[in-house]
């Protein structure tokens, strides 16, 4: 590699590069990557550091986990994405260590300068004080969860497909998946569909109406995030669809095929050889190395409390954005939402105001710009509430679909995609089902 693409103090960067300004980005997900792409051009050297080399879409893992779509459809290399801009260095490593003071970070044994810090590690999964539950129940976050659990279920099916015993096959065709939000719904129509549907001309002795599907909740309604009339009919075509709901239940135990649940009713064990949870998300452990080094604040589920600016106090030079911030500067004073469309427009207003203060101008304060929420059921069914319209069924299906090819990073997986949702459309058929290697537990953020 030339010299002059060394940014970071591997070698010592170009004269050219020498006097600008070094922005580091920890973090190429939906707000890191939008940073990046709004620094291109601008008079700084810039150096993105992840520990994966790809960016998730994770908004479709639970189409790669039901065999709709390949792992490789939703992860596009930060270097396709990125790596060609000029003041731009991608490097593959977890960051692990912070010194505010001396402007360092730690990252794979050594420690780096910056003059600007932007940390978009995003968020985890959390079991709430039960880290013991991942093996059992795996999350779905990480590629790796999504592969896990499509092979988890491959495998139910396959196993019941060769047991002559009912009683098993009913068992191993029973899918648990703890959480009512938008991930817990979508996976919840999604394994309905394969198990009850696309499967059914594949397997010969594997019976639908043995399937069972029980999405658990302890909220009283499903997608609290949105509407109360799109939750009830979130609700209605899940039901429709064979999605057994348990509202108002929380989880207590969890064991190799069952969970006990307490609900207003009492205690009951759901036996089931599929178990996913889709329930807990805490913000990224440098959240809490940040807090260490410089005392900054965290909220309860670990995210970090951040300026108007999205700096911390007393370090200007340091912003926190995406998931695994606290944006509490809001007309209503709550925090901004986890999910892609704000991380997109803190990334993108980041990186204006590095640009704006370099370049001697002031853009305007942050506003987040809120596109509306939404969540598919299955096929041609979903619920959408854009801006205080609300929409459900096969239109709302229409605009979800539209709304993730417009986000999807990558023009190559966003026309690939097109075309395997319209086969699947045409075919009911799904492809994305090899069975592959036992993947490492589920990353896991606990307090
Ligand atoms: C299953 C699922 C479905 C979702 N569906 C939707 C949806 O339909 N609509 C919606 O708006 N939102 C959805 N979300 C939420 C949305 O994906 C997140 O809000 C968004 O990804 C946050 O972006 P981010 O850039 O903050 O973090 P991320 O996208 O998570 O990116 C964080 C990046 O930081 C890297 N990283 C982490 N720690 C380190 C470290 N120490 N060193 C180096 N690199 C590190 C990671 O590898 C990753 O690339 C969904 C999330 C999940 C999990």
Redesign the pocket.
Known sequence: MAPERFFLELEPPLESLRQRPHVVI?????????ACRALAGADLRVTL????N?????????QVSTGLISPSDVASP?RLLVGRQANLQVLL????HLDVDRRRIG?EGSDFAYDHLIL??????TYFGHPEWAELAP????LE??EEIRRRLLLVMEEAERTPDSERRRHLQAVVIVGGG??GC??AGSVSDLMRHSLERDFKQLDPADTTITLVDPGDRLLRALDPQLSAAAAQALEAAGVRLLLGGRVRTIEAGRLSVTSAEGEQVLEAATICW?AG?RA???GG?LARASSCRLDRGGRVEVEPDFSIPGHPEIRV?????AYAHTPDGRPL????????Q??AWVARDLRGRLEGWTPKPFRFFDPG????LGPGRAVADLRGLTFSGPLAWLL?GL??LA?MPDPENRLLLLLKWLWVIGTRQRSALVIGQPQAPAAVTEP
């Open positions: 920890v973090g190429g997900g939906f707000a890191g990557l939008a550091i992840d520990r994966r790809f960016n998730l879409f994770q908004p479709l893992l639970y930060l490593g977890e960051v692990d990252f978009a590690a995003g968020s985890g999964s999350s779905m976050k990480t969860d999504a938008p991930t979508e996976l889709t998300v990224s452990p440098l190395e954005i995406g998931d695994l911030c939402p986890g999910m892609a469309a704000p991380a997109v803190m990334g929420s939404m969540a598919v979800w709304a993730h986000f």
